[in-house]
């Protein structure tokens, strides 16, 4: 039986039908690789890779990882989410951006209300606490999370606490975009405050096939180039 905080989650974003014994429609292995855009101009490229299952502190976590490199910069994330709601238990970021070199290290402790953020810039070590009570989220976290668990049903709220902000995000309509020379129906969702934009893939995988907004170094936008799919 899984925790309460599973249930709780079932109940908010999954069908009465849901059963966690459901495969997830991605797997270790999966690698969604994007073209990056600034102002419509190309400025990168980035993936985002599903590597499966591990543990950290004898803790079972699913393992992100995010990697964006461009013109001076480079930005590698390490995400590492619980199984069962796909929040952030540690993020370890690796930086590189006009020569200036920087690993971030994020815990993330919800039952004491705090993060912990530690970043190193050469020999020099400093730490950061923020205090922020209830379950933090990642960008990348829910996007998983909504894929696996997701109704994908007009006006489907979600909403992400993240460190420093709250925003929900919603499902507004089912659109056609233009992505690796292809058309895509796709469920596009907006945030309040306006901060992101996902387009999600119709089909059963519910693949990201555009991301807006403030992730990885910037705000930029990431669409689509191309796909592989996991185990």
Not at 69 to 98: C, H, M, Q, W
Request: proline share 4%; hydrophobic share 35%; net charge positive.
């Amino acid at each position: 039986m899984r925790s309460l905080s599973i249930f709780l989650f079932m109940t908010l974003f999954c069908s009465p039908s849901f059963s966690s014994e459901v495969p997830l429609p991605f797997g270790k292995g999966e690698v969604i690789t994007f073209s990056i855009k600034k102002l419509a101009v190309k400025a990168g490229e980035a993936t985002l890779t599903f590597e499966g299952q591990t543990e950290i502190s004898g803790q079972p976590v699913y393992l992100i990882v995010f990697k964006a490199d461009g013109f001076n910069f480079y930005d590698e994330e390490k995400i590492y989410v619980s199984v069962d709601t796909f929040a952030p238990v540690k993020v370890l970021r690796d930086l590189n951006i006009f020569g200036n070199k920087e690993k971030i290290s994020e815990e993330y402790f919800p039952k004491e209300g705090k993060i912990v953020i530690s970043k190193t810039t050469g020999d020099k070590t400093t730490q950061q606490v923020i205090e922020k009570k209830g379950q933090i989220d990642n960008i990348y976290g829910t996007i998983y999370r909504y894929r696996a668990y997701g109704k994908f049903t007009p006006k489907d709220e979600v909403q992400l606490h993240l460190p420093t902000q709250d925003v929900m995000l919603k499902l507004e309509k089912t659109v056609t975009i233009k992505a690796a020379r292809k058309k895509y129906q796709s469920f596009y969702m907006s945030s309040l405050p306006s901060k992101y934009q996902v387009w999600f893939d119709v089909g059963q995988q519910k693949i990201p096939l555009q991301i807006t907004g403030a992730v990885g170094m910037a705000n930029t936008t990431m669409i689509i180039r191309s796909y592989k799919s996991g185990q």
